[in-house]
């Protein structure tokens, strides 16, 4: 059984759904620390021709806290009411808005101020919007040693899946060693992105923006065979 293993990441690129696709189970690894400035509560999608960064506040906090620890601001239904008319006045022109858009909207309405929670939620239901299946697995709903760090903490989780291969992003070579996972029974590999490329508003292609770009330009049978556009190192 295939294994996947990663952070939330709100309206991530389209490797990330290329990494869920890939395996039967994908664990979202919630219980871990956030990571200021990363790609945990923001990412980016093309507003007047550039990648323009969309951010969802959240309250200041120690940054130690794990990511599911964390919540988005009290009045985080004007903010995220702000997003959703960026992306409406940004895509407004794109082929596919009329069939994106409800998805956005319903997901931005979410309730929780929760960021885990506020993600995960948002991950479902682009997985059901692209008609992905895989099984979602909350890291923090599994019964685990809490002790473990790193490498040892994702090998521990792949044993209580009875996983027999575990697929990783690609930045994950230079943290994890496929020799210790073999020695556990279980292969290990890395799921690199080949060129994924579409036509956007111009000529001139932007790459690695947000799902929301992507699902605003293809319609899901042109996203089912990027999904596929990946290579296992």
């Not at 290329?18 to 395996?23: C, D, H, L, P």
């Not at 991950?123 to 008609?131: E, H, P």
């Not at 989780?157 to 556990?184: P, R, V």
């Amino acid at each position: 059984m295939k294994v996947g293993i990663m952070q939330p990441y709100i309206f991530p690129y389209i490797g990330y759904f290329q990494a869920i696709n890939s395996v039967d189970k994908y664990v979202i690894y919630d219980d871990v620390q956030f990571i200021k400035r990363g790609w945990i509560n923001r990412n980016r999608i093309l507003i007047n021709g550039k990648a323009n960064m969309i951010t969802f506040k959240i309250i200041k906090h120690n940054f130690k806290l794990n990511i599911n620890e964390i919540f988005l601001v009290d009045n985080f239904e004007f903010e995220n009411n702000k997003i959703l008319k960026s992306i409406e006045l940004t895509y407004s022109r794109a082929p596919y808005f009329s069939n994106t858009i409800d998805v956005i909207r319903d997901i931005l309405n979410y309730k929780d101020k929760n960021l885990s929670k506020f993600i995960i939620n948002s991950i479902v239901k682009i997985c059901s919007f692209l008609d992905i299946n895989t099984e979602l697995i909350i890291s923090s709903q599994l019964k685990k040693d809490t002790s473990l760090k790193a490498q040892e903490k994702g090998i521990h989780i792949n044993k209580i899946l009875g996983s027999d291969t575990c697929i990783n992003a690609i930045g994950g070579m230079e943290l994890y060693s496929k020799d210790e996972f073999k020695e556990q029974g279980i292969d290990l590999f890395f799921i690199k992105t080949k060129e994924v490329k579409y036509k956007q508003f111009n000529d001139d292609f932007i790459p690695d923006l947000s799902i929301i770009d992507v699902m605003m330009f293809n319609s899901i049978e042109e996203i089912k065979v990027m999904l596929e556009a990946y290579e296992l190192l």
